[in-house]
């Protein structure tokens, strides 16, 4: 199976913060990656597909880049509500697998 | 705007089967568009797909569970269903049912999750 590991595994930052959130995968995976934002007793829920892509309602303050086997999220302007831990997934090939997440604080 | 809920047993003794199913609404599990598939979390493990099934008979598990998940479709219900047997208290976790658009691969829908205590 495809190994995913994001970094860092946690983060602080203020509000207007950018901050960028890592994932790596053990081989290429052209741009099959997807973001999630999962919130304290919420579903993931999700912000970007085939890397780049936003999903229709996420704010544009959300931006994925990458492909191959390196990967980056980036909030660009960090809000009170960004307070989450978010999740890449691969889906180029089965078992589909998921990173460890990376929880974000907001300051 | 598909929407999903999944229900079943909160708690499950070891070696026996876990039993989940998920309803849809505002779509339909014959159409065809999606993957119906089950996902679980745990602090222990992180997020797992677990697989999913499509079109009423096809498929695809992932292979840590292959000898003991099996995943269904109710079409007259709108569900689809997940057992999991011979469970262990490394199955304790919240299960998500989750939709994964045929044409954009994603996990794009999410039922509020079920959290299954595996104990005696």
């Known amino acids: 199976a495809i190994q995913m590991t994001q970094s860092p595994s946690s983060l602080s930052a203020s509000v207007g913060d950018r901050v960028t959130i890592t994932c790596r995968a053990s081989?290429?995976?052209?741009?099959?990656l997807n973001w999630y934002q999962q919130k304290p007793g919420e579903a993931p829920k999700l912000l970007i597909y085939a890397s780049f892509n936003l999903q229709p309602g996420v704010p544009s303050r959300f931006r994925g880049n990458g492909a191959g086997t390196d990967f980056t999220l980036t909030i660009s302007r960090l809000q009170p509500e960004d307070l989450a831990t978010y999740y890449c997934l691969q889906d180029h090939h089965y078992p589909r697998t998921f990173g460890q997440g990376t929880k974000v604080e907001v300051q | 705007q598909v929407q999903l809920q999944e229900s079943g047993a909160g708690r499950v003794k070891p070696s026996e089967t876990l039993s989940l199913t998920c309803t849809v609404s505002?779509?339909?599990?014959?159409?065809?568009?999606?993957?119906w598939s089950w996902i679980r979390q745990s602090p222990e493990r992180g997020l797992e797909w677990i697989g999913y099934?499509?079109?009423?008979?096809?498929?695809n598990y992932n292979p840590s569970f292959e000898s003991r998940v099996s995943i269904s479709v109710d079409t007259s219900r709108n569900q689809f269903s997940l057992r999991l047997t011979s469970v262990t208290a490394a199955d304790t976790a919240v299960y998500y049912c989750?939709?994964?658009?045929?044409?954009?691969?994603?996990?794009?829908?999410w039922g509020q999750g079920t959290l299954v205590t595996v104990s005696s």
């Open positions: 989750a939709t994964d658009p045929i044409d954009q691969r994603s996990f794009d829908v």
């Open positions: 081989q290429g995976i052209r741009n099959d």
């Open positions: 505002g779509g339909s599990v014959s159409s065809g568009d999606y993957y």
């Open positions: 099934i499509y079109d009423r008979g096809s498929s």
